[in-house]
């Protein structure tokens, strides 16, 4: 039982490229999330989906975009990447809705140069 | 924003000591919940009090429910290296969102 599983594990990127982040999870959850975990702050959330075809926008969405065409994967876009994008990004699931046990992933450190 | 805050920022303590990290949030909650998070890996959720308890153990973990006080704590007893990690509160808002603390460092020397 895998749990949830990111990719890349690291990623670089020049100002302006674009890519996206894979969450998947073989938990068969219905809620799955974006975070973004930036130095002396909380988790921060970037969208959410309730599930397949469901999604939101979270606290702070600009600049990327998600998609739920499955139960079990979950994709993060970075359409122009910027510095200010350069961040750990965590996803996350749960079989409870958002306010419940939460299962993240190991997290994608990413820089935009 | 209305993130919840842990106190203090950074913990250092021995093996064998307890350890207590507080966190004040702002608005009406469902739920709190703490989580650990080991260096470069992702967050673990260690335990989950709703908003009509007032505490709850599991295992060596201790937390507590103040709701007057829009307050909550974690003991972890009896420490452990292995206990070195950030651990963060994370409060379920009655209005539908969840918000993460800014982290409590500890740090458990041998």
């Known amino acids: 039982n895998a749990g949830v599983t990111q990719t890349p594990k690291f990623q670089v990127l020049k100002t302006g490229q674009s890519m996206t982040l894979q969450c998947a999870q073989d938990?068969?959850?219905?809620?799955m999330s974006w975070y973004r975990q930036d130095p002396g702050m909380g988790l921060r959330l970037i969208h959410y989906?309730?599930?397949?075809?469901?999604?939101d926008q979270g606290e702070v969405p600009n600049g990327y975009n998600v998609s739920r065409s499955t139960t079990e994967d979950f994709p993060l876009r970075l359409l122009s990447a910027a510095p200010s994008q350069t961040s750990v990004y965590f996803c996350?699931?749960?079989?409870?809705?958002?306010?419940?046990?939460?299962?993240f992933g190991s997290g994608t450190q990413l820089s935009v140069l | 924003s209305q993130q919840g805050e842990e106190d203090p920022q950074a913990l250092s303590i021995q093996e064998g000591e307890n350890a207590t990290m507080n966190c004040s949030y702002k608005?009406?909650?469902?739920?709190l919940q703490w989580y650990r998070q080991n260096s470069g890996r992702g967050l673990v959720h260690l335990i989950l009090?709703?908003?009509?308890?007032r505490e709850k153990h599991s295992g060596r973990l201790r937390v507590t429910l103040d709701t007057s006080k829009k307050s909550s704590s974690l003991l972890i007893t009896a420490s452990r290296a292995a206990d070195t990690a950030s651990y963060f509160c994370?409060?379920?808002?009655?209005?539908?969102?969840?918000?993460f603390g800014r982290g409590t460092q500890l740090t458990v020397w041998p």
């Open positions: 608005t009406s909650i469902n739920n």
């Open positions: 938990m068969n959850h219905e809620y």
């Open positions: 996350a699931s749960s079989s409870s809705g958002a306010f419940e046990k939460l299962f």
């Open positions: 009090i709703r908003s009509n308890e």
């Open positions: 994370v409060s379920g808002s009655t209005l539908g969102r969840l918000y």
């Open positions: 989906s309730v599930g397949a075809g469901i999604t």
